[in-house]
Structures are given as structure tokens and as C-alpha cells.
Nanobody, 127 residues
Framework: QGQLVESGGGSVQAGGSLTLSCAIS?????????MVWFRQTPGKEREAVAA????????NYADPVQGRFTISQTNAKNTLYLQMNNLQVEDTGVYYC???????????????????WGQGTQVTVSS
């Protein structure tokens, strides 16, 4: 069974930065995959914030994080990152790593595409 394990969450003041990591098991990265970061913020539905194909191409970002967040992965494809800069209070939430065993689709923000999910890591941004 493929596994995803997030780390790197924490508390930061508004304007600060955090980098999240997601360890990806071989069952997932061995073939084509779309790797995505979702977040669950209080009072809102889970939303996709960034995606990348595991060949390192085709980055996609949700409008609220465009220009502030960067998704990337190691050349070995076994670790996914989310660099988050200029964090705002509204970025507070639980961040999840997710994967689908095909390249990202045009509607990559639909959670139903993804059959592998991590346990989540908390990000708290204070004013």
C-alpha cells in the first residue's frame, strides 16, 4: 500500500514562512503521479492549493496562494515540498499531501482524483 507522511507544520506569525514535506512511498512515485497539497481551513471545505506532476512539470496553484507558495519535489521523486511564504491568518489549517497514479488532470483541484492521502499537518498563522 502506498503511503504519504507529512511533516513540517507549526506556528508562525503573519508574514512568516514554513516548508512542509511529504515522504512518498515507492508504490506511488514509481509510476506517473499527480502530487497535490490540500488544506482544510476552519469553516471551509477541503481545498487543493498546489499540484505537480512527478516528472517535475506542470505546476498548478490555487488563486489564494499564487505567488506565495511553491510546490516542488526531489529528483528521486520520494519527497514533496510546499514552500509557503508571506503566510496569512487565512492560511491556517491542516495541510494534506495527496496523490493520484496518473498525471494531473485539468480539474486537478477535485479531491476525488486522489486515492492516497497523508494524515495531515497543522499550520497555524497568528496575527
Amino acid at each position: 500500500q502506498g503511503q504519504l507522511v507529512e511533516s513540517g507544520g507549526g506556528s508562525v506569525q503573519a508574514g512568516g514562512s514554513l516548508t512542509l514535506s511529504c515522504a512518498i512511498s515507492k508504490e506511488i512515485y514509481y509510476g506517473n503521479a499527480c502530487m497535490v497539497w490540500f488544506r482544510q481551513t476552519p469553516g471551509k471545505e477541503r481545498e487543493a492549493v498546489a499540484a505537480i506532476n512527478n516528472d517535475g512539470r506542470s505546476e498548478n496553484y490555487a488563486d489564494p496562494v499564487q505567488g506565495r507558495f511553491t510546490i516542488s519535489q526531489t529528483n528521486a521523486k520520494n519527497t514533496l515540498y510546499l514552500q509557503m511564504n508571506n503566510l496569512q491568518v487565512e492560511d491556517t489549517g491542516v495541510y494534506y499531501c495527496a496523490a493520484a497514479q496518473h498525471f494531473c488532470m485539468a480539474n486537478w483541484q477535485m479531491s476525488s482524483w486522489y486515492n492516497y492521502w497523508g494524515q495531515g499537518t497543522q499550520v497555524t498563522v497568528s496575527s
